[in-house]
């Protein structure tokens, strides 16, 4: 069973770009997740979607978007960028029904330079 | 204001010794409680979990224990592996729909096993 798929594993960025990250789930899981690992800060959550609706967000800027499409997979956009959002960006999937332990991607690695 | 705190960022210990890895945590509406481990490069591995309505949680050579009047969980390893060097995070979770795919996650303890 294939796992979370992130894309790309590596990015490079100038200020004040735009970027957009890929995430596929699991097959069949339908709530997508998406965190920011800096280091010192562990992992901040930034949003979570289910059946391509937004069902919770953390507290980040509105500089960082997300959408999720109808097979589940899901896209993290990040706009007017800046040093600081240089991070490893990941994505997590579950059923979405609750009692479950995520299932992380390995990640973006997101430089601002 | 840190909602999950592991308030040891490393933990050292010898191979075949236990390891126990702590967290706290203030939001009383947390009721699902998990373990993640994560190596240098990947995506954090869930690792084991832990609803609010048990104490004790045990998978193999993991074991977690939660009590909620001290709002503290913790993470026995036994016996601790070499292979079990890296990340240990600590996340909760809420079960209520506002909260709903959301986990709040701790900083992590850095664990080593030294052979």
């Known amino acids: 069973k294939a796992g979370v798929t992130q894309t790309p594993r590596y990015l490079i960025k100038t200020r004040g770009q735009q970027v957009t990250l890929s995430c596929s789930p699991i097959?069949?899981?339908?709530?997508v997740s998406w965190y920011q690992q800096t280091p010192g800060q562990g992992l901040q959550f930034l949003f979570e979607y289910f059946s391509e609706t937004q069902r919770n967000k953390g507290n980040f800027p509105g500089r960082f978007s997300g959408r999720q499409f109808s097979n589940s997979r899901s896209e993290m956009n990040v706009s007017t960028l800046e040093l600081g959002d240089s991070a490893l960006y990941l994505c997590a999937s579950s059923p979405g029904t609750g009692g479950h332990g995520y299932t992380f991607g390995s990640g973006t690695r997101l430089t601002v330079v | 204001d840190q909602q999950v705190k592991q308030n040891s960022p490393s933990l050292s210990v010898q191979e075949g010794r236990i390891s126990i890895l702590n967290c706290d945590y203030t939001n009383s509406m947390f009721d699902y409680f998990l373990w993640y481990k994560k190596y240098p490069a990947e995506g954090p591995t869930f690792l084991i979990s832990i609803s609010s309505i048990k104490d004790k949680n045990e998978d193999g050579r993991f074991t977690v224990f939660l009590n909620k009047s001290a709002k503290h969980l913790s993470l026995h390893i036994v016996p601790s592996q070499p292979g079990d060097s890296a990340v240990y995070f600590c996340?909760?979770?809420?079960?209520?729909?506002?909260?709903?795919?959301?986990?709040?996650f701790g900083d992590g303890t850095t664990l080593t096993v030294k052979p």
């Open positions: 996340a909760a979770s809420a079960a209520d729909t506002t909260n709903a795919g959301k986990s709040t």
């Open positions: 097959s069949g899981h339908r709530s």
